[in-house]
């Protein structure tokens, strides 16, 4: 390196560390405010997750936070277990349409239908309702629902799943019952 060269190379040198040196410093303050705000976000996820309702509404950086859905995801379920109802259905319908990739949308989705079957709710239940091999207890209360909406063709269906059902659970029995009722059942089939 030539003389001339020299304080161009330092001038550049220092610049390089004055410029590490910043970045280093702007970006303490950043480390610490996500630090606080993932503690922000796993204390409010243990209160929606002990059931607790929030004081007061989220702020804005929360709700920015990148697995926020998930929190708004845990109080929906919750509310469904507690408060189920028309405010709590159009939530739940408007986060699974938006969110339903998550992984605790698959459960959501199941307390919700669940909770619409108990409340009998089946106009909105059949509109949300897909089979699901792992959940036979929602197929019965959609069995049900269309016993109860009058749907002529469930009998057959009916029949069908319960040949082919090794075991159903209790909500499955009142269906069940309707379909030895419509003589759905022999008694050869029963053993």
């Not at 550049?12 to 970006?27: D, H, I, K, N």
Request: with cysteine; hydrophobic share 45%; glycine share 4%.
């Amino acid at each position: 390196m030539s003389r001339a060269s020299y304080p161009m190379a330092m001038s550049l040198c220092r610049f390089f560390l004055v410029a590490t040196a910043v970045a280093v410093v702007l970006a303490r303050p950043a480390k610490a405010a996500d630090e606080d705000l993932r503690a922000q976000f796993r204390l409010a996820l243990e209160q929606a997750e002990q059931g607790l309702v929030p004081s007061s509404p989220d702020g804005s950086e929360l709700r920015a936070y990148v697995l926020y859905p998930y929190l708004e995801g845990v109080r929906l379920l919750d509310a469904v277990r507690r408060t189920p109802g028309e405010d709590t259905d159009r939530a739940v319908m408007a986060f699974l349409d938006a969110q339903a990739q998550l992984p605790l949308a698959a459960e959501l989705r199941g307390a919700w239908l669940t909770s619409l079957a108990e409340r009998r709710q089946w106009a909105v239940f059949l509109r949300h309702y897909t089979p699901d091999p792992d959940l036979p207890v929602l197929a019965c209360h959609a069995y049900q629902a269309r016993i109860d909406s009058g749907d002529a063709t469930v009998g057959a269906e009916l029949q069908a799943f319960w040949e082919q059902a090794p075991q159903m659970p209790q909500a499955c029995a009142p269906v069940f019952e309707w379909l030895d009722a419509q003589g759905g059942i022999t008694p050869t089939q029963v053993v």
